[in-house]
């Protein structure tokens, strides 16, 4: 974020907010007739000293009753019809202005639902919510009030001039004379109050973060008995805006004050020379009256420089926010990127046997026969780094797959390319330092259609995150990953995910209803209960309004383990094809764990399964398991043949250390 804030900083203000000119364009033609009513009636109001000029010089010199009351009727009529154009002015700006708000924020939205997941790990929530809130609302009012009248008092002070000078030069001269110092004063105040002004916007943005953050840990705050804590912590950020808000305020108010001096100084200057014309004859009454009436009808146009400059630079900043989070990349779609189903697939959720695709050289060795020399032992290059040494007892050393017969043969067709395989499969996180190991390395796993495959690890081995390759919530950094032979990347995001469903670690659930939430997996409304039965969810129907029940913000309402259990219904409610589950259960008893797997296993025949795992239970819902150790696959076997072939294996799954174990039994 700070070297984004410190190349916004070198853009001008102009700049910034000339990019809000696709926004506009539509409303152009109220705009433009909105300044030029705002400039008709400003213009009225300098016609009110040329009136009076003629009061006074006319009926007032001849004492003509008549003539004073006429001219009376003139104001009265010129004030009204300023009123009423100003009136006018603010109805043809009100609604167009407030749909350009709308818009911006719903594009806002709209491009932030489609940035990666890495922007949204690197931006807090809170800088994104002040940017499609506060932001926008200053930009609106900028567009109904400053951005108007900055050309409406530009032309009016031209105008004012005009008058003054045509009235009597030499006085008009004296007014100029602040023109100078004025603009070297707005010229420097622009450039320290536009930093001022993105440091409190990106401070209101860190304090809708605490307070967003504060919120939804409330349960952990009062747990912990953290209250005190946090308020200090709001309370020293609240410290910090409220310095910079009152460093905005002095700003503004020492030019304020300038502004509003300097030129009372001049009017002063130009009364007293004014007077002493009178006195030797050589300017009339009503023509000093008239030019001191149009020199404090100025008053306000000038004065108010300073306010609409801060409003202008607070709005810049605004913008400059704005499209900084707008110009982040969107996820991008290969070129090509393929919209449906390809030739000879069936539609998601169909089982593909491989008879219908053609014969192919076989990739690998059948299943369940003898390695050769070359593949019997991985060379420690070929090893993951902490990863265990082959067993020469068993028939997975170096990480090949584990069979169960060698009389049963990989299919010589498609079947090596159909289902989920990942093929040298790398990734590091776009923000990891230069030279770091990467997270996940040269992964080779192929899990066979209508299979479902258990993902074992350590903490850290980088399971969640290979999951997470399969729906593109990351891009591989190298090797592919390929659905019934088709590469990921080729496709495109939204046909990607109508074929992957998802089932994360921490179950999230939406401020809606429990069947709109389920619903976001798809299906239909019978799907919706079949889901719910084998999520065993049954507690939704004791519910006071059933699936029309509101879970609340987050799901908080509900406790984590029935939360998880609508995350799950809501993987399997659209039948998905390919279903990636991370650590579904955890939040669940034995008892409802145990009825939720005997319903997964009925659901996991039909589609091909990724399943992170920790304990056993999860394991045996699989029809093979991979050991995740250090970034890369170093064993592929079913669960009884890595409990004999592999100690890291059974290590995570007992939690013993089988080796010392089998040290004690020999002594």
Known sequence: ??????????????????????????????????????????????????????????PVADRDPGGVWLGALYLLLLGLAEAALFGYRRWLVARPLASVEAEMRADLYRHVQRLPVSFHDRWASGQLLSRGTTDLMLLRMFLAFPLTFLVVNAVTILAGFAILLSQQWSLGLVLLVPVIPLVV???????????????????????????????????????????????????????????????????????????????????????????????????????????????????????????????????????ARFFEAMDAQEEAEAPGASTSHPPGKLPPGTHQGPSSLEPLEPLEPPRGSAPGPASAAASPADRAPGALPPDPR??????????????ELEPRAAGRTAGIRFEGVAFRYPDAADGSAPVLARIDLHIRPGETMALVGGTGSGKTTLTALVPRLHEVSGGRITLDGEDIAHMTRDRLRGLVSVAFEEPTLFSATVGENVAMGGGSPDDLERALDIAQAQFVRRLPQGVDTQVGEQGLSLSGGQRQRLALARAVVGRPRFLILDDPLSALDVHTEALVEAALRRVLQDTTALVVAHRPSTVLLADRVALLSEGRISAVGTHQELLRGSAEYAWLMSGADVRHDEGEDRR
């Open 1 to 58: 974020m700070s070297e984004t804030h410190a190349a916004i900083k070198d853009q001008s203000a102009t700049r910034s907010l000339l990019r809000l000119w696709p926004y506009v364009r539509p409303i152009r033609t109220r705009l433009f007739s909105a300044a030029f009513v705002a400039i008709v009636a400003s213009c009225l109001g300098l016609v009110i000293p040329l009136v009076l000029k003629w009061i006074v010089d006319g």
């Open 185 to 319: 004063l707005c010229s420097l105040f622009e450039t320290r109050y536009s930093l001022v002004a993105r440091q409190a916007q990106d401070q209101v943005g860190d304090l809708t973060t605490v307070v967003e953050e504060s919120v939804l840990g409330i349960r952990i705050i009062k747990g912990f008995g953290q209250h005190r804590s946090q308020a200090l912590a709001f309370r020293e950020l609240s410290e910090r805006l409220r310095g910079t808000e009152l460093a905005k305020a002095r700003l503004l108010a020492g030019l304020w004050g300038l502004i509003t001096t300097i030129p009372e100084l001049a009017i002063g200057a130009a009364l007293v020379l004014g007077t002493v014309q009178v006195a030797d004859g050589d300017l009339s009454a009503g023509t000093l009256v008239a030019f001191l009436s149009t020199a404090l009808a100025l008053r306000w146009p000038v004065e108010s420089i300073g306010f609409l400059l801060a409003m202008s630079q607070e709005s810049a900043t605004a913008t």
């Open 394 to 407: 068993s028939s997975n050393a170096g990480g090949a797959e584990l069979g169960s017969s060698s009389a």
